[in-house]
C-alpha cells in the first residue's frame, strides 16, 4: 500500500471563507457524480462512518433516470438536533462531475467548502468568492493507491470507481471523521469475497486522507465529533422498512410489477419472505408473482384476496392508473387488498426518478363513480413499516382496498430510527365466517348489513357449507349478491359503502399532534413531508412564530383534524403536489367558515422537500398573507437568480 | 331425498352426497339457442359426471355474454366476474391463495382474443392449473355484434350483407399452444358427444387447459355464409378424434399399439383416450404437430375439433410455486407471522 503524498502538487486553498466559527455535528454534504460511476459505496461509507460516530444522519441520492453517464448527486445530512430531512446549500460540495459542477457552486452557502478535481477545465474558484476552493489531484493519488496493472482488463473500469474512495479520505480530514470507523464502513461495503476490494478502498482513503492533511488546512469550519446518539438506532429505507411490513404483517400473496421507485420494495419483500417464511423442506407460507404488468398484478392480489390471502402490491403513480379499473371493481365488491404507491413525479411518467405526493387523492378516489378509499400516510420510516401491518389488518376488516402512500424520498432513501417494534395485536381476519359459523348461524347474504356498521360477512372459496357460496360481481347487487338494477338495491349498497367507510374512518390510525395548542399558526402535513417538520417548527419558533402541529396518518380524515384546525387562526397545509390536494380535500369536507383557515404550502420540483421550503413562504405570509395565490416553497428553483444572502437562514 | 337427485362428491379421501341441484345455476338469460347454453348444460353434465366437489370449485369470468355462464352452473360454488379480459389473472391470484382450488375460467372470443390476450397468453406461459374455455362466436353479442378478433376473414357484420372484414383474425388454439398452454382443444357447441369428455379431461388435467368452443351467436352471426354458424359448423365440422374419458379407477394398458387408441393418462390417474379419425399422422403430444395441423386445417378452411395438444410432464403453476401443503389462504397467525426474535436478529442485521 503506498501512502505517499508527496507526488501531487498541493493545492493552495483560495478564497478565505468569510466564517471560520467551527461547526460542529452539523453538517451537510453534497456529492456529484455520474450514474453508473460507482460512487455509491463511498458514498455509504461515509454515511456510516457518521453513524458509527454516534451522530444522527441520513443520507439521499438524487438520480436521474438513467442506467449510466448522465449527472447524479448524493446528499448526507449531520444533525445533532437530528434533522434528516434535505437541505438544498450544501456545506462542502464534492465535485467529481465537471458537467454539473457550476450549477452545483452556485447552490452552495456562503462560507462552504467546494473540493474538486483538479483536471476540471472549468475555472471553478471564479464563480465565487465567498466559497473556499479546495483542488485534488483525485486520480493521481488513486493510481498510488491501486497502481496500474497492464494483466487485469478491467484496471480503468475498477480505477474509475476507486478514485471515489479518494474523496472519502478527504473528506474525514477536514471534517475529523474518524478513520477508524470509515475503514470498517469499507468493510462492509465489500464482505466476504470482496475482502481484496475492501483493502484496495481502504488503501484509496488513507491516500486521500494522508494528502489532505499533507496539503489542505486543518483548520475548516465543518466539523464532526463522537456523540452517542445512534446506539441501539438504525439506518433503514422506507422500502425495505416496508417490505419488513409485508413480512411481520402476514402476507400471504405478493404481486408487483417493476416501476421505480417501488421494484426494491418487492424485492426487499420478496427476500425477507424467503428467508424466513421458507419451511425445512423448502415450502413456501406464500407467493410471491413478478405479474406481466400492474393490471395482472392487482388482479392477482384482488384473486388472492378473494379467495382469502393477505394480499398485496406495490406500485407508484403509473401502475396505479392501469391499476384503476380493479381498484374500482374491489372497492364495490369489497376485497382485501393492499396497494403500496411509492410516489414519484407525475403526471404519466413524468419524472420517474424524483420525489411528489401528487397521488394522495388520485389513492383516495380512484375508481370510476362513487369510490372513496382508506389511504395509510406513513411519515417515517418506522411507520412505512407499522402502516403496512396496519393496512394488511383494515383491508380484512373492512374488506376494501387499502393504499399505503410513500415516496421517493421516504422509501429509497436512508434514514435513523428506532429499531422497529413487534406488533402487538394479532392478525386481524375481519368478519370471515367458515363453514361451522355457517351452520350456527342458519343464513348467509353476502352484502347484507348484519352489524348495522356497513361491514358484511364474508365467506372464502373452499368453504364447504352449502349456504357459503356466492358471486362476486362488479355490476350491480342486492344483499344476496345477485344480479339487479333496482334503484332501491343500487342507492342501498351504495349508502352502506359510505357507511363503511365512516366506520373504517373512527378506526383509522389517529393523527398525531403536538405542538402549541395556543398558537395562532397551526401547521398540517402529511407522508414524507413529516421529515422536514420538526426542523421547520424550530425555524419558525427562532423567527418567533410559535406552531401547533397536526400530522395527518390516513385518509378520510378524523374529526381530530377538524378540532386541530378549530384551534388555530391560519393553517398551513404541507403538500408535495402542485395542486394542494389534501387542502382541496379538506376544504370539500370542513363545515362552516374554518376551511378559509387553511393556507397551503406547496412543494413540486421533485427534490426532497427541506425545512426551506415550508419555511420561507411560511414567513412571508405571515408578512403577507394578502399576497396572491399560496405560497410555495419552491423560491430557489422559480428564481434561481433570488440571492442566498437574503434568505432567513439558521445559521 | 332420492338417490336419483343426489351426486356423489370424492373430494380429498372422502365421499358426501350433494343434491343436483347443487351442480345447477339460475336459469339463463342469455338468447334462446345461444350456444353458451349448450355448453352450460355439458358442463353440468361433465360436473356431475366426474363428482366434482362444488365447494372446492370455483368457476370465473370476464366480460361479454360469456361471462354470465359461470352464474347458470355449480351454484354452490364461489363465482366471480371479473373485469373485461382480465379473468386469468384473478384466476391466478386465486389459486395462489387456494392451490387446492379446481378452477373454471369462461371467457368469450371479444374477451379473450381482444381486451384479453395479454393476460391469457401469460396464464398459459404460467400454465396456471384451470379450464379456460372460449365461448366463441367470432362477435360482439353483449353489444350488438360487432367484430371480435376471432372473426374470419371476409365475414360479415350481422347479416350476409353486412360489412365485410378485411383483417384476419387470431386462431386461439395457435395462440394457447404458442402461448405455452398444457392442454389445447377446439369443439363445437353442439358436438355433445365431444365436448363433454373434452370437459371431463380438462377439468381433471393439472396446467391451462384452454377448449376454444365454436358457441354460435343465435342473434347476430347465426346467418347463412357465417363461418360461426350453427349450420356451418355442424356442416363442416370435422373431428380429429373420437373422445373418451376415463375415470382414474379403470384399468388401463399402458402401452399403445400400432392404430390402436392414443391414451394420454392424466395427473389424478383418469385418461383420456383418443381414437384418430382422419389425421392418423398427428402427434398429439407434439406442438409442432399441432402447429402444422391448424396451419394445414385454416388452408384448407376445415372446422377441425378435438384434442389437438397435450402436455402432462409439465409442473402446473401451483406446484411451481411450491408453497406449503395448507392453503395460503388458510394459514394460522403463527405460520404467516415470524416470531419476535425473528424481528430482533433482523434488526441487528440493519
Not at chain 1, 355490476?475 to 366506520?503: F, I, Q, V
Amino acid at each position: 500500500m503506498s501512502t505517499t503524498s508527496s507526488v501531487a502538487e498541493p493545492a493552495p486553498a483560495r478564497a478565505a471563507a468569510p466564517k471560520v466559527a467551527p461547526v460542529v455535528n452539523d453538517l451537510a454534504i453534497r456529492v456529484g457524480t455520474v450514474n453508473g460511476s460507482g460512487s455509491q459505496s463511498a458514498n455509504l461509507v461515509l454515511l456510516r462512518s457518521l453513524y458509527a460516530m454516534g451522530i444522527p444522519c441520513s443520507g439521499k441520492n438524487i438520480f436521474p433516470s438513467n442506467i449510466e453517464g448522465l449527472p447524479t448527486w448524493f446528499h448526507i445530512r449531520a444533525s445533532a438536533r437530528g434533522y434528516g430531512a434535505h437541505r438544498a446549500d450544501p456545506d462542502i460540495l464534492v465535485c467529481m462531475n465537471e458537467v454539473t459542477a457550476q450549477d452545483d457552486v452556485s447552490e452552495l452557502k456562503p462560507g462552504a467548502i467546494c473540493l474538486y478535481r483538479e483536471d476540471f477545465s472549468v475555472d471553478l474558484p471564479s464563480l465565487r468568492d465567498d466559497v473556499t476552493f479546495l483542488a485534488a489531484p483525485f486520480y493521481k493519488l488513486v493510481e498510488q493507491a491501486y497502481p496500474p496493472d497492464k494483466t487485469d482488463k478491467g484496471y480503468r473500469d475498477k480505477l474509475r470507481k476507486v478514485v471515489n474512495m479518494v474523496y472519502v479520505g478527504v473528506l474525514a480530514s477536514i471534517c475529523r471523521i474518524d478513520m477508524e470507523a470509515v475503514e470498517q464502513g469499507v468493510r462492509r461495503e465489500f464482505p466476504g469475497r470482496k475482502a481484496k476490494a475492501a483493502e484496495i478502498n481502504i488503501a484509496a482513503v488513507h491516500t486521500g486522507y494522508e494528502w489532505a492533511q499533507a496539503n489542505l488546512p486543518t483548520n475548516l469550519p465543518y466539523r464532526v465529533e463522537r456523540m452517542e446518539s445512534t446506539q441501539d438506532k438504525i439506518l433503514i429505507e422506507g422500502n425495505k422498512a416496508a417490505a419488513l411490513g409485508v413480512l411481520f404483517g402476514g402476507t400471504s400473496v405478493l404481486t408487483w410489477y417493476p416501476i421505480t421507485p417501488s421494484s426494491s420494495l418487492a424485492e426487499y419483500a420478496e427476500g425477507f419472505l424467503k428467508q424466513h417464511r421458507t419451511d425445512a423442506e423448502g415450502r413456501k407460507s406464500f407467493a410471491v408473482i413478478q405479474a406481466e404488468d400492474e393490471l395482472a398484478a392487482i388482479g392477482m392480489a384482488i384473486g388472492a384476496g378473494w379467495a382469502g390471502a393477505r394480499a398485496l402490491t406495490a406500485t407508484s403513480g403509473p401502475g396505479i392508473s392501469l391499476m384503476t379499473e380493479f381498484v374500482g371493481m374491489g372497492y364495490f365488491a369489497e376485497i382485501p387488498v393492499v396497494i403500496i404507491d411509492v410516489q414519484r413525479m407525475g403526471p404519466s411518467t413524468g419524472l420517474p426518478t424524483r420525489t411528489s405526493q401528487g397521488d394522495v387523492l388520485k389513492m383516495h378516489l380512484l375508481g370510476h363513480g362513487d369510490c372513496r378509499h382508506i389511504v395509510l400516510l406513513p411519515g417515517s420510516v418506522e411507520e412505512c413499516y407499522e402502516l403496512v401491518i396496519e393496512a394488511l389488518d383494515l383491508a380484512q376488516q373492512f374488506q376494501t382496498p387499502v393504499f399505503v402512500a410513500t415516496d421517493l424520498d421516504l422509501g429509497m432513501n436512508l434514514w435513523l430510527s428506532e429499531p422497529f417494534r413487534y406488533p402487538d395485536k394479532p392478525l386481524q381476519r375481519g368478519k370471515l365466517l367458515n363453514a361451522a359459523d355457517l351452520e350456527r348461524i342458519g343464513e348467509f347474504a353476502r352484502y347484507k348489513d348484519v352489524d348495522g356498521d356497513g361491514v358484511c360477512y364474508r365467506t372464502i372459496p373452499g368453504t364447504e357449507n352449502p349456504m357459503a357460496a356466492y358471486f362476486t360481481r362488479g355490476t350491480g347487487h342486492n344483499e344476496k349478491s345477485g344480479y339487479s338494477e333496482r334503484p332501491e338495491d343500487w342507492k342501498k349498497n351504495l349508502d352502506r359503502l359510505a357507511l363503511k367507510l365512516e366506520t373504517a374512518r373512527k378506526a383509522l390510525p389517529a393523527p398525531i399532534i403536538e405542538g402549541d395548542p395556543s398558537a395562532q399558526v397551526g401547521l398540517l402535513a402529511y407522508g414524507g413531508s413529516h421529515v422536514a417538520m420538526a426542523e421547520a417548527r424550530d425555524q419558525l419558533q427562532e423567527q418567533g412564530v410559535r406552531t401547533g402541529y397536526c400530522r395527518i396518518r390516513a385518509l378520510p380524515v378524523s374529526d381530530e383534524v377538524t378540532h386541530f384546525i378549530e384551534r388555530h387562526q391560519r393553517v398551513y397545509v404541507i403538500e408535495q403536489n402542485r395542486d394542494a390536494q389534501v387542502t382541496s380535500l379538506l376544504k370539500t369536507t370542513l363545515r362552516g367558515t374554518i376551511a378559509d383557515r387553511l393556507v397551503p404550502v406547496t412543494h413540486y420540483s421533485g427534490t426532497p422537500i427541506s425545512a426551506e421550503n415550508i419555511v420561507r413562504p411560511i414567513l412571508g405570509w405571515e408578512k403577507n398573507p394578502s399576497g396572491p395565490g399560496w405560497p410555495t416553497g419552491d423560491v430557489e428553483r422559480d428564481n434561481p437568480h433570488a440571492s442566498h444572502v437574503e434568505q432567513p437562514s439558521p445559521e | 331425498m332420492a338417490s336419483e337427485a343426489t351426486i356423489t362428491v370424492e373430494s380429498n379421501g372422502r365421499s358426501f352426497a350433494l343434491p343436483t341441484v347443487a351442480f345447477q345455476g339460475l336459469p339463463s338469460t342469455l338468447c334462446k339457442g345461444c350456444g353458451h347454453n349448450s355448453i352450460t348444460s355439458y358442463l353440468i353434465e361433465a360436473c356431475k359426471s366426474i363428482g366434482l366437489n362444488p365447494y372446492q370449485t370455483v368457476k370465473l369470468s370476464g366480460i361479454g355474454c360469456s361471462s354470465k355462464t359461470p352464474a347458470y352452473f355449480l351454484q354452490a360454488s364461489h363465482g366471480f366476474n371479473a373485469l373485461h379480459g382480465r379473468m386469468p389473472s384473478v384466476a391466478t391470484g386465486a389459486l395462489m391463495a387456494n392451490a387446492k382450488l379446481v378452477c373454471i375460467g369462461i371467457s368469450g372470443d371479444g374477451d379473450t382474443a381482444n381486451i384479453g390476450l395479454g393476460q391469457f397468453k401469460h396464464a398459459c406461459r404460467r400454465n396456471v392449473p384451470m379450464v379456460y374455455i372460449v365461448e366463441d362466436n367470432g362477435c360482439y353479442g353483449l353489444t350488438k355484434g360487432q367484430f371480435s378478433a376471432t372473426a374470419d376473414l371476409k365475414a360479415h357484420l350481422r347479416r350476409p350483407t353486412g360489412e365485410e372484414n378485411t383483417i384476419a383474425p387470431f386462431d386461439l388454439c395457435v395462440e394457447a399452444i404458442v402461448g405455452g398452454a398444457s392442454f389445447v382443444a377446439r369443439s363445437f357447441a353442439g358436438d355433445k358427444k365431444q365436448l363433454v369428455p373434452l370437459l371431463k379431461a380438462a377439468i381433471r388435467h393439472s396446467g391451462t387447459a384452454v377448449i376454444d368452443i365454436i358457441s354460435p351467436c343465435v342473434t347476430f352471426n347465426d346467418f347463412a355464409g357465417s363461418t360461426k354458424s350453427w349450420e356451418w359448423a355442424k356442416d363442416h365440422e370435422e373431428p380429429l378424434q373420437d373422445v373418451g374419458f376415463v375415470p382414474r379407477l379403470a384399468e388401463i394398458e399402458v402401452e399403445q399399439k400400432v392404430g390402436e387408441p392414443v391414451r394420454v393418462q392424466l395427473h389424478d390417474g383418469s385418461w383420456i383416450v383418443l381414437r384418430a379419425l382422419n389425421h392418423e399422422e398427428h402427434d398429439v403430444k407434439s406442438r409442432a404437430s399441432a402447429l402444422n395441423l391448424l396451419e394445414e386445417s385454416l388452408r384448407k378452411h376445415e372446422f377441425l375439433t378435438g384434442l389437438l395438444y397435450v402436455d402432462t410432464t409439465r409442473d402446473d403453476f401451483a406446484t411451481a410455486l411450491n408453497t406449503v401443503a395448507t392453503p395460503l389462504a388458510l394459514l394460522s397467525d403463527e405460520a404467516l407471522r415470524p416470531s419476535p426474535e425473528t424481528l430482533a436478529k433482523i434488526m441487528e442485521t440493519i
